[in-house]
């Protein structure tokens, strides 16, 4: 995921949910094992509903608004990082959740796997997911 500055869908970590009431919340939960190519630049994830981010910390300056980051240090072992968020969407109509990822300046983001990748037993293939539940009023 190259996708410098800007976030992107995660292939596969997506769900869609039709709430029963318009008063209804929905926690969305997610686990994702990430890395990045290693340097001095930062990944960033965030959860986000219609492709609009939810979930984020406060516009501050040039900052980037995230759920969490990361900072590669060893391209050999990827983070495992949570993201979780209690949405309030207020409609009854099919509402589609995300993982977003997103990488500054000329970092790569990896999903389920190191930067290295490569073929030995001393390296792993990870599993990230996304779980939503309704909670009814």
């Known amino acids: 995921f190259p996708s410098h500055d800007t976030f992107a869908d995660i292939t596969g970590l997506t769900v869609s949910i ?28 965030r959860l986000a509903r219609g492709g609009t981010g939810i979930g984020i910390a406060a516009a501050a300056g040039s900052r980037i608004q995230a759920g969490a980051g990361i900072n590669a240090s060893n391209a050999d072992f990827p983070e495992g990082l949570p993201l979780s968020f209690l949405d ?22 990896f999903v389920n796997r190191s930067q290295n990748d490569t073929d030995s037993a001393s390296f792993g293939r990870y599993v990230s997911t996304i779980t939503v539940f309704e909670v009814a009023p």
Do not use: C, D, W
């Open 18 to 45: 039709t709430p029963t009431s318009n008063t209804s919340k929905i926690l969305v939960v997610a686990s994702v094992v990430a890395s990045q190519s290693v340097g001095t630049n930062n990944g960033f994830l």
């Open 88 to 109: 309030s969407p207020a409609t009854t109509s099919a509402t589609t959740y995300s993982v977003q990822i997103a990488a500054n300046s000329a970092s790569t983001m």
